[in-house]
């Protein structure tokens, strides 16, 4: 037996090389996500679950957006999505329902398509609010009867000029 050499198995090297790989990976992953997990998992742990996500999903800016929007309109308000903006964060029902809940969104649908400020002061009211593209012609009738407010991101929310009306 002396003088023998011993090789190593081939499942054994298999093995080994597969754990060397995976421990590999595990690390560059980790490496990876430790930036995303001070930027924005730390940083945001103070936030309630609906802010992070905001921030999670599409950054700083839409958080803003949201932010706005929850003050804004009062939570037993009816939200209508001009589909305007081009942005599915803006313009989606069930992705906007998320973030404005238990406010109610609804796409704005007017019968016989009107043009979009006649659709907007028809459906107008007390607790009824409406995200639109500010590039978006908002004519003098609906300036001179709703509160327009800046969000961000190229969209405005109109909105009653006085929740107590």
């Not at 999903?57 to 939570?75: C, K, M």
């Not at 500010?134 to 006085?162: C, F, H, W, Y």
């Amino acid at each position: 037996m002396i003088g023998q050499s011993r090789s190593i198995p081939p499942k054994t090297f298999i093995k080994a090389a597969i754990t060397a790989i995976a421990l590999l990976q595990a690390i560059r992953v980790g490496l990876s996500a430790y930036p995303l997990l001070v930027n924005k998992v730390w940083v945001n742990r103070h936030m309630d679950a609906v802010s992070r996500s905001a921030d999670a999903s599409y950054g700083r800016q839409y958080l803003s957006a949201i932010q706005v929007l929850r003050q804004e309109i009062p939570p037993d308000a009816k939200v209508f999505l001009a589909g305007t903006t081009g942005l599915p964060q803006y313009d989606a029902r069930d992705f906007m329902q998320y973030f404005l809940f238990p406010r109610e969104v609804e796409v704005l649908d007017c019968p016989g398509d009107p043009p979009l400020g006649e659709c907007i002061l028809s459906l107008a009211g007390t607790r009824v609010y409406f995200i639109v593209d500010k590039s978006r012609e908002i004519d003098s009738r609906i300036r001179g009867q709703m509160r327009v407010t800046s969000i961000g991101a190229n969209s405005d929310l109109l909105g009653p000029l006085s929740s107590l009306d």
